[in-house]
């Protein structure tokens, strides 16, 4: 059975940190990329960041450059994203999602995504 399972979700006030986790079971690791997507109220979800597994190539999207830093265990089969000088403009459900064998030019589509967890929460108050 295939799993992502996020955590490291909460409330913090604008300017701390976060770090969130993604554990995944049920397919080979290193075949895949990890992408983490968020969606506020009303929006739709986006890209945030995403990590090859097989390459260790990494994307961000341009308002969280210099801010979060994505990394992968492959030993472990974990994601994670740290998330540092939040912002209220971060409040959203963060997820995480598996491709297989992704290029660069389609990390951000979510359509070629195979595997998606269920979501952490993350509110930044100001």
């Known amino acids: 059975e295939v799993q992502l399972v996020e955590s490291g979700g909460g409330l913090v006030q604008a300017g701390g940190s976060l770090r969130l986790s993604c554990a995944a079971s049920g397919f080979t690791f290193d075949d895949y990329a990890i992408g983490w997507f968020r969606q506020a109220p009303g929006k739709g979800r986006e890209a945030v960041s995403c990590i090859a597994s097989y390459d260790h190539r990494t994307y961000y999207t341009d308002s969280v450059k210099g801010r979060f830093t994505i990394s992968s265990d492959n030993a472990n089969n974990t994601v994670y994203l740290q998330m540092n000088n939040l912002k209220p403009e971060d409040t959203a459900v963060y997820s995480c999602?598996?491709?297989?064998?992704?290029?660069?030019?389609?990390?951000?589509?979510?359509?070629?995504?195979?595997?998606w967890g269920q979501g952490t929460q993350v509110t930044v108050s100001s």
């Open positions: 999602a598996a491709g297989q064998k992704l290029n660069p030019s389609t990390v951000t589509n979510l359509g070629r995504y195979d595997y």
